[in-house]
């Protein structure tokens, strides 16, 4: 049975700094694609990072240059580092995970419908 499980989140002031962790079960994320996933109360879930099987990683523009999305193999975990984080970052954190396919395009990798695997989610809250 596949599982990813978050874990990490919490509440932090503006300027604060979260490591967020999916960890997985009942498959190997090492080739797999994952992603990070956030959706704030009354919006649209949205990607805001997702690394490849062969480590190449894409960013929401939202996220660009404060989160970092990387990988543990040994502990079969992915991260998303968050700095400089902001009020507007408040959200529930998903992770998900699909088989991989060389050539994903960041539109891709950060679309919904890439993925069929999915955490039950992990909140960020960002005070000012």
């Known amino acids: 049975q596949v599982q990813l499980r978050e874990s990490g989140g919490g509440l932090v002031q503006a300027g604060g700094s979260l490591r967020l962790s999916c960890l997985a079960s009942?498959?190997?994320?090492?080739?797999?694609?994952v992603g990070w996933f956030r959706q704030a109360p009354g919006k649209e879930r949205e990607g805001v990072a997702a690394?490849?099987?062969?480590?190449?990683?894409s960013y929401a523009d939202s996220a660009q240059g404060r989160f970092t999305i990387f990988r543990d193999k040994a502990k079969n975990t992915v991260y998303l580092r968050m700095m400089n984080l902001k009020p507007e970052d408040t959200a529930m954190y998903y992770c998900?995970?699909?088989?991989?396919?060389?050539?994903?395009?960041?539109?891709?990798?950060?679309?919904?419908?890439?993925?069929?695997?999915w955490g039950q989610g992990t909140q960020v809250t960002v005070s000012s």
């Open positions: 998900a995970a699909d088989h991989w396919t060389s050539g994903l395009t960041t539109v891709q990798a950060l679309g919904e419908s890439s993925y069929n695997y």
């Open positions: 690394i490849d099987g062969d480590d190449t990683t």
């Open positions: 009942g498959l190997s994320l090492d080739d797999y694609v």
